[in-house]
């Protein structure tokens, strides 16, 4: 049963290191490094938030229990996805679980502040605690590209102490719930993968380069290469008008959808750039490290809510 665990959640991340390259007109200038830098955070904050939904549509689909909040659950299939991976790709996901977790930190720049009400009702948890629980989940792991990260972004003694066991804890439901649903050897496919790239003028370029790295058709492969989905799903990209990544249970025809909105490329780009690159960047010693080492930041790095 683990084998086949590990399986699936080995299956992706055969995405290739092709440069996402300027999501659209920057202020800042940036050498061919700083550029790859921004790229390879692009890529893989956007690996891990569509991961993130494909945990909707597997909790979903295929009417996973759960007893908590689904946001949270989500999280954790991701995380879980990208810490259990074959050698060849162990690596990069370290990389886009680093982005993940890097990405719930900026989100949650603008939390520092006082905490309203409609932060505490929503159905997400706090930015920080999602950037946390990642990060502790990776150091329960004992993967060794995690091994100081727990210290250095600040998770308490007594907080550690729990992590492996909330990481073993987490892949067991995980292999409990999952394993009733992949597909017997030889078996069929019931439904069938839907792959929509829209087309869009604004962001022709992301879109091509989307195309060119298969970034929907792993997904895909992901899920229907060892899963038995009652229907079809579509994996797509779309101009929405706003930033986002979603899972629908509804699309077109009434299909269920994960859904990746152009916009959100767009602002995990300029995020970092002005968290890390412009004149009001925040400068821990490198980008990836003590992001939030204190509650001073400057309110100018907020800019990616």
Not at 214 to 238: H, K, N, Q, S
Not at 280 to 304: G, I, M, Q, R, W
Request: proline share 4%; charged share 25%; with cysteine.
């Amino acid at each position: 049963m683990k084998n086949t665990v590990l399986k699936f959640l080995g299956l992706f991340l055969a995405v290739g290191a092709i440069a996402f390259a300027p999501m659209s007109a920057q202020a800042v200038e940036q050498s061919p490094e700083d550029r790859a830098e921004v790229d390879e955070f692009v890529l893989g904050a956007a690996t891990a938030i569509m991961l993130h939904e494909v945990g909707h549509l597997i909790i979903n689909e295929l009417e996973i229990p759960i007893l908590a909040r689904e946001e949270d659950a989500a999280d954790t299939i991701a995380t879980l996805i990208l810490l259990i991976q074959d050698e060849e790709d162990d690596e990069r996901a370290a990389r886009y679980l680093q982005a993940f977790v890097t990405n719930w930190f900026l989100f949650g720049l603008d939390e520092y502040g006082a905490i309203d009400d409609a932060y505490m009702a929503d159905e997400h948890s706090l930015n920080r605690q999602r950037a946390f629980a990642a990060v502790c989940l990776a150091h329960g792991s004992g993967h060794p590209s995690f091994t100081e990260h727990a210290e250095r972004h600040g998770l308490s003694q007594e907080r550690m102490a729990r992590c492996e066991s909330e990481f073993e804890s987490a892949m067991r439901s995980f292999a409990q719930l999952l394993t009733p649903h992949f597909l017997d050897d030889g078996a069929a496919q019931i439904g069938k993968p839907i792959i929509l790239y829209d087309e869009t003028e604004t962001y022709a370029g992301l879109r091509e380069r989307l195309e060119a790295l298969d970034f929907l058709e792993e997904l895909a492969e992901l899920v229907f290469d060892e899963i038995a989905m009652p229907r079809d799903v579509i994996f797509g990209t779309g101009e929405c008008g706003f930033p986002n990544a979603f899972y629908t249970p509804t699309f077109l025809d009434g299909n269920p959808a994960v859904i990746f909105c152009y916009e959100m490329a767009e602002m995990l780009d300029e995020g970092y750039i002005d968290a890390f690159f412009s004149e009001s960047a925040y400068e821990p010693s490198t980008p990836f490290e003590n992001l939030v080492e204190e509650n001073e930041v400057d309110d100018a790095a907020a800019a990616t809510r």
